[in-house]
């Protein structure tokens, strides 16, 4: 795997960003690995990551079941964010499960599919499962909390890499910037 050559993100963008967890090198990441990328991303939350992606992706669709915290119902969490991202014209919000909202896309429709939702072991499971077909050739799987903070995902992420070794081709993301990130293209040989 070739080295990547990380982009920083212009202060314009940083100062522009809704609340969220995204680290300084997360950032980077997503926006390096996003440029003129068809996305899809899982976890939309307030859209910070979708925001830095999409200034540089031909597009993001971000989905989000729409549960939150600050929110008390679910239906004006969704039109808040909406309405906040509708400024990006390159940028979709679905609210639905991700699980159920891959069977709307066409296989090996994806150029890079972002999982950031429900961080359990089965569900970033079921999400990796539910979206690799979605993946073109050569395509990204980028996953989000990587991490000791959350084991649930690190120990799903190590288990389907080990069950999918032969697809999944490590892009080594060795930024000297903290970041959650773990990242693989997907070589169907
Ligand atoms: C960590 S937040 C996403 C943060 C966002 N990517 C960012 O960095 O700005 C996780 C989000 O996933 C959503 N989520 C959890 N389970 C989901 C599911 N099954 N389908 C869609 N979204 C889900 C939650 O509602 C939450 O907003």
């Given at each position: ?142 996953f989000?909390d990587y991490s000791d903070i959350h084991p649930t995902s690190k120990q799903a992420i190590d ?21 959650v990130?773990k ?7």
């Amino acid at each position: 795997m070739g080295k990547i050559e990380w982009k920083e993100v212009p202060c314009n963008i940083l100062d522009s960003l809704p609340k969220g967890s995204l680290t300084g090198g997360d950032r980077v990441i997503l926006y390096t690995l996003a440029k003129d990328k068809e996305v899809v991303e899982i976890g939309t939350a307030c859209g910070m990551s979708a925001i830095v992606m999409a200034n540089v992706a031909i597009h993001v669709t971000t989905i989000d079941i729409f549960g939150i915290r600050d929110y008390t119902d679910i239906d004006s969490a969704y039109e808040d964010v909406k309405k906040s991202l509708s400024v990006y014209e390159n940028i979709k919000v679905i609210k639905n499960n991700s699980v159920l909202e891959c069977n709307n896309f066409k296989n090996k429709s994806c150029d890079m599919v972002f999982i950031d939702g429900n961080h359990s072991f089965e569900a970033v499971t079921a999400d990796f499962y539910a979206w690799l077909p979605k993946v073109k050739d050569n395509g990204i799987i980028l996953f989000h909390d990587y991490s000791d903070i959350h084991p649930t995902s690190k120990q799903a992420i190590d288990r389907l890499y080990e069950d999918n070794k032969g697809i999944l081709k490590d892009l080594n993301i060795d930024l000297e910037m903290e970041n959650v990130m773990k990242g693989f293209k997907i070589d169907r040989g």
